[in-house]
């Protein structure tokens, strides 16, 4: 099937830059839009920044002018971004899509998460 897969997570200092990146991977699928969501510890998951493949983009309030999600089409990878970052931005990253799985007969619709990355902002 589909298979989401998140890296670049990591310790930074608060002002710090990072970058994630999720790679989609399977056979026969169709991917529009992508997300990225995060979760801190004790509170719920929560939508940061989403992209289509017209390059359409949208951030939460709390990283609009920090973050920035893009995408590279011919790999199915996405990026997110992360510059002038802050303690409160300490969470598991998780990449999210809707994904069609496309067969002879039918299309099949799922929603694919990754398994996260973890990124602490601390000094």
């Known amino acids: 099937q589909v298979q989401l897969v998140e890296s670049g997570g990591g310790l930074v200092q608060p002002g710090g830059s990072l970058r994630l990146s999720c790679v989609a991977s399977?056979?026969?699928?169709?991917?529009?839009?992508m997300n990225w969501y995060r979760q801190a510890p004790g509170k719920q998951r929560e939508l940061v920044a989403t992209i289509n493949n017209r390059g359409s983009t949208n951030y939460a309030d709390a990283v609009k002018g920090r973050f920035t999600i893009s995408k590279l089409g011919p790999k199915d990878t996405m990026y997110l971004q992360m510059d002038s970052l802050r303690p409160e931005d300490t969470a598991v990253y998780y990449c999210?899509?809707?994904?069609?799985?496309?067969?002879?007969?039918?299309?099949?619709?799922?929603?694919?998460w990754g398994q996260g990355t973890l990124v602490t902002v601390s000094s």
């Open positions: 999210h899509a809707p994904v069609v799985l496309i067969s002879p007969t039918a299309y099949r619709y799922r929603e694919v």
């Open positions: 399977g056979s026969n699928f169709s991917i529009d839009t």
